[in-house]
């Protein structure tokens, strides 16, 4: 399905055909559905989806087709490279499909994005984003030859190297680069996976907190709006200190059940804005978060509804958009179909976004 530009009566036609078949998830006889849906391009399209099923094949084959595809991926993300590993890698492991086949060449192709930690791409300098999807690529082939790629040293050298000079407890993305609420997820998790120099941790807790907002997420920097991957990021680093008490969960419980949209089931980003799927696992990872920490014991998002709007947002010959008329893509696939996994299920982990059995093996390998 290709992305347009829609006009207004196209975008009609869209919400008139998600809404019929959404309805007909709630009846087991459906009413009657009416000529001028039937005649509906849009309503045709999306139909088949009308099962409470995940397209496992569909997708597989999709995922596949980009981790294979890596030279073409990269094209349109020459910067974050191992973006382009990660995010189907990711896919397919959630989907259970043996990812061991792939070891070789992404060990062979990460090795030359490293430094000491990882660049976007060869050639390129060290950043904290390639360098977190490099890491969670390598902890999800969960080998000794994938894990022994790890530079420890040269990590933990880079990580100090991207203080942010200005706000203890904060990091640059890169050296000289842009401070914001990702760089303190990046260094704290990896940080306590990979047992690196404990004072990296001073004051991000305290810095987490200072960027909690009136609505109760978190920002990107202090004094920012609440925004669902900043979110995410802060208290997911919260929790992997022990420290989720540092901000007011109630608050940020409060804002969260707030992002599932009634109409859509689906989750948005911030304040007033649409649904995205990508947001079933930044937004919806959060609920079990906050079981993790102890703050709820039970999963308070309405999980049914979030896993019909990722059905909706499947395409039949695999992979998921961020909404219906949308083309599909790595990202929100990666990040959909976490988000179905940890709806209701533990085999993701709901910090680092790779199974558990991975997180396991990581750390046992460097005990």
Not at 52 to 73: A, F, P, R, V
Request: charged content about 20%.
């Amino acid at each position: 399905m290709k992305q347009l530009n829609r006009t207004l009566n196209e975008q009609n036609l869209v919400h008139s055909a998600i809404s019929q078949i959404r309805k007909e998830y709630q009846y087991v006889e459906s009413e009657e559905v009416p000529q001028d849906l039937l005649d509906n391009k849009y309503y045709k399209e999306y139909e088949p989806l009308n099962k409470l099923e995940l397209l496992t094949d569909q997708h597989i084959k999709y995922c596949t087709k980009k981790l294979l595809n890596i030279g073409y991926s990269i094209f349109y993300l020459d910067v974050g490279q191992p973006w382009c590993i990660y995010w189907p890698l990711n896919a397919l492991s959630i989907l259970q499909d043996d990812v061991s086949k792939y070891e070789h060449q992404i060990i062979q192709y990460l090795e030359q994005c490293k430094i000491g930690s990882f660049g976007g791409g060869p050639y390129q300098f060290e950043h904290l984003a390639p360098t977190y999807s490099s890491l969670l690529s390598l902890f999800i082939l969960a080998t000794p030859n994938s894990l022994g790629l790890i530079d420890r040293q040269g990590l933990e050298k880079f990580f100090w190297s991207v203080q942010d000079p200005n706000n203890k407890g904060s990091y640059l993305m890169h050296v000289n680069g842009e401070a914001d609420m990702r760089a303190v997820y990046i260094v704290v998790i990896m940080v306590i996976i990979l047992k690196l120099d404990p004072k990296l941790l001073d004051g991000c807790a305290e810095y987490i907190a200072s960027c909690q907002t009136y609505e109760g997420g978190i920002g990107g920097v202090r004094y920012s709006e609440s925004h669902g991957g900043y979110t995410f990021c802060g208290y997911a680093a919260l929790v992997c200190m022990g420290k989720a008490h540092y901000i007011d969960q109630e608050k940020l419980l409060n804002w969260l059940v707030n992002r599932q949209i009634e109409n859509e089931g689906g989750f948005n980003g911030r304040t007033n804005k649409v649904v995205d799927a990508c947001y079933s696992f930044w937004q919806g990872a959060i609920f079990k978060l906050l079981m993790l920490s102890g703050y709820v014991n039970e999963q308070l998002m309405d999980v049914l509804e979030l896993k019909k709007y990722i059905h909706i947002c499947q395409n039949i010959s695999g992979g998921i958009f961020d909404k219906p008329s949308k083309s599909p893509d790595a990202y929100h696939t990666c990040y959909g179909l976490s988000g179905y996994s940890l709806a209701d299920s533990n085999f993701q982990n709901p910090i680092y976004n790779i199974p558990n059995k991975c997180i396991e093996f990581v750390q046992n390998f460097f005990q």
